[in-house]
């Protein structure tokens, strides 16, 4: 099947055309009819919050992402409010407690800000549930119909490490703002004169932390219950530094639209950035969320506007002979990417651009990482060392190394 048959529909609502998102996340030509748990990609993220309402501002703000739609007690729901967010092909929900039994709340004591649901758009979703009870998942929610004026929603859920779930949903019968329950809303936030339309245009990839000795359980879950590949295996110097380390496996769907590296702690010296993720979000889950940029240098100077912190590297990185000879020539002159602190990697297939925020919340769990491919397919394995170390210098920051 060609790529521009495995558009979603809230891919194809974003003005994106097929070309551009294989650009941007390296999309590849499948065959869903082999495929016993088809996804098209990705649906929502959905988020709990400790303050909904702030927080949409600050993705508004500071992400530069615009506000769709609403769910809270102006439209019946007594238990949260819920924002929805939109920057090109990524949703966001932000969710946040109104009462203090609703389970929003609950996840909210345990894990602070974090990730709940990341959603998968798929074509079957009573084949894939089927597919997914058949091989051992839990079934959170069994396939169902929401509809409203606006018409039909199909979908179920399965759970995933730690309390973090997959809502699967067929949306082709559905044309409302977002889901049935929401209505449509504006913000009266406005950009700064000359700011771009939007920042980023598509999620590239979601990282999982899980506890030690389950990286490869997870793995399989992916592989047995979702029928995904695996995309890359990162090991041993890999993905070490002098205190700490990892391991980390990617697996991903048919048509690599839906990428999941998945990272466990390893023995090191000090305690590794999975580690501290582990105990400050009290188990597995969402590390960082990876956005497809298609201008990274004007992205980072607009977040930075607005307050994101990134983290530093080091100027020894840019004046490293081995980088030119490594990386050969890229569209930013290295002077621009050191002012920045874009990091610069290539594979066989081209290059890519990349940069990550400090944790975005109080707890240093959750962050982002900015990315811009050019044919690149993997994801930045030259940094790793230079990416560590600088997380390492925060994690020593606060106390945690």
């Known amino acids: 099947m060609t790529i521009d048959h ?11 055309t097929a070309q551009q998102l294989r650009e941007l996340v390296g999309l590849v030509e499948y065959d869903p009819s082999h495929d016993r748990f088809p996804v098209n990609g990705w649906d929502a993220v959905v988020w709990a919050v400790g303050n909904a309402t702030q927080s949409a501002h600050y993705f508004q703000s500071a992400m530069g992402m615009e506000l769709i739609a609403y769910s809270g007690p102006r439209t019946g729901n007594r238990d949260h409010q819920a924002y929805v967010l939109r920057s090109g092909a990524v949703i966001f929900v932000l969710k946040g407690a109104v009462s203090p039994s609703s389970p929003i709340a609950e996840h909210h004591r345990t894990h602070g800000d974090g990730v709940i649901d990341i959603g998968l758009e798929v074509a079957d979703v009573d084949r894939c549930v089927e597919q997914a009870r058949e091989a051992g998942a839990r079934v959170l929610s069994d396939s169902h119909d929401e509809a409203d004026e606006y018409g039909t929603i199909r979908c179920a859920a399965i759970g995933t ?8 949903v067929d949306r082709s019968r559905y044309h409302g703002p977002y889901w ?3 209505v449509s809303c504006a913000s009266g936030y406005r950009k700064r004169t000359g700011s771009p339309d939007r920042l980023f245009d598509a999620l590239d990839h979601v990282v999982g932390n899980v506890e030690f000795g389950r990286m490869n359980d997870w793995v399989d879950f992916y592989r047995r219950v979702m029928g995904f590949t695996n995309l890359a295996e ?3 110097d890999d993905i070490a530094t002098e205190y700490s380390a990892l391991m980390s496996k990617v697996v991903t769907n048919g048509n690599h639209w839906v990428k999941f590296p998945l990272n466990e702690p390893a023995v090191g010296k000090r305690r590794s950035q999975i580690d501290e993720y582990l105990d400050f979000y009290c188990g597995p889950g969402v590390q960082h969320l990876a956005l497809a940029t298609p201008d990274i240098l004007t992205t980072v100077d607009h977040m930075r506007l607005e307050g994101v912190e990134f983290l530093s590297i080091p100027d020894a990185y840019y004046l490293d002979p ?7 020539k890229v569209r930013a002159p290295a002077e621009e990417l050191r002012k920045r602190g874009v990091l610069v990697d290539r594979d066989e297939n081209g290059y890519l651009l990349q940069i990550f925020t400090k944790p975005i919340g109080d707890r240093p769990t959750v962050f982002f990482e900015l990315i811009e491919r050019h044919g690149a397919t993997g994801f930045g394995k030259g940094n790793f060392k230079a990416l560590f170390e600088a997380i390492e210098r925060e994690q020593e920051a606060r106390g945690n190394l």
């Open 161 to 168: 490490y730690g309390d973090t779930r997959h809502t699967l």
């Open 6 to 16: 495995i558009l979603t529909n809230d891919e194809m609502l974003a003005g994106l």
């Open 234 to 236: 990162f090991i041993g």
């Open 322 to 328: 081995t980088l030119k000879a490594r990386i050969g």
């Open 180 to 182: 049935p329950g929401y």
